[in-house]
T-cell receptor, first 118, second 108 residues
């Protein structure tokens, strides 16, 4: 049963600390999305990748956030330094876009990383 | 003004009722997604639409591109349908916009 995995599931840290969240997309998927969800803002897209290249990261605060795909099986989202306002649930999703088709892939969501910055 | 508006915000229904959730958007889109978020927080993608209508079990999603409107229908609703339903659109520039969600409670 293929699914997107995220680690850690929960993270509590103090402001100023670095936070790294990891995502393992479904094997064979070539797009990866990072989302953030808060009560106030709802769901927001932070960044997404296709074939490991960043396509859009306009939703991500560049001064403290960075997203990478070191290889096709791992996506990372880092916050440095973390701030209390970064407290949220961070979801990763993956999908498959077939060559020659438009960008209309179904996304499969991971369980999320619940982050609390004190 | 939000690019994506959903209505209603909250909805309570009796088991068996037919339910409609609406989504209106103001941008040109390449795709519209309906997501379901369970009380435990997990998110499931229900539909991805660019035109017409899709059906999966008791769920039906329609989209009218000219009117910039989509609806999600649930037939014969069941308590396990209780969740937050989120409409999301991808515009032609590959940016995503999200509705604030519709919280559905189905009472036995």
């Amino acid at each position: 049963d293929a699914r997107v995995t995220q680690t850690p599931r929960h993270k509590v840290t103090e402001m100023g600390q670095e936070v790294t969240m990891r995502c393992q997309p479904i094997l064979g998927h070539n797009t990866v999305f990072w989302y953030r969800q808060t009560m106030m803002q709802g769901l927001e897209l932070l960044a997404y990748f296709r074939n490991r290249a960043p396509l859009d990261d306009s939703g991500m605060p560049k001064d403290r956030f960075s997203a990478e795909m070191p290889d096709a099986t791992l996506a990372t989202l880092k916050i440095q330094p973390s701030e209390p306002r970064d407290s949220a649930v961070y979801f990763c999703a993956s999908g498959l876009v077939k060559d020659g088709t438009t960008s209309q892939e179904t996304q499969y969501f991971g369980p999320g990383t619940r982050l609390l910055v004190l | 003004k939000n690019e994506v508006e959903q209505s209603p915000q909250n909805l309570t229904a009796q088991e068996g009722e037919f339910i409609t959730i609406n989504c209106s958007y103001s941008v040109g889109i390449s795709a519209l997604h309906w997501l379901q978020q369970h009380p435990g927080g997990g998110i499931v993608s229900l539909f991805m639409l660019s035109s017409g209508k899709k059906k999966h079990g008791r769920l039906i999603a329609t989209i009218n591109i000219q009117e910039k409107h989509s609806s999600l229908h649930i037939t014969a609703s069941h308590p396990r349908d209780s969740a937050v339903y989120i409409c999301a659109v991808r515009n032609t520039g590959n940016q995503f916009y999200f509705g604030t969600g519709t919280s559905l409670t189905v009472i036995p």
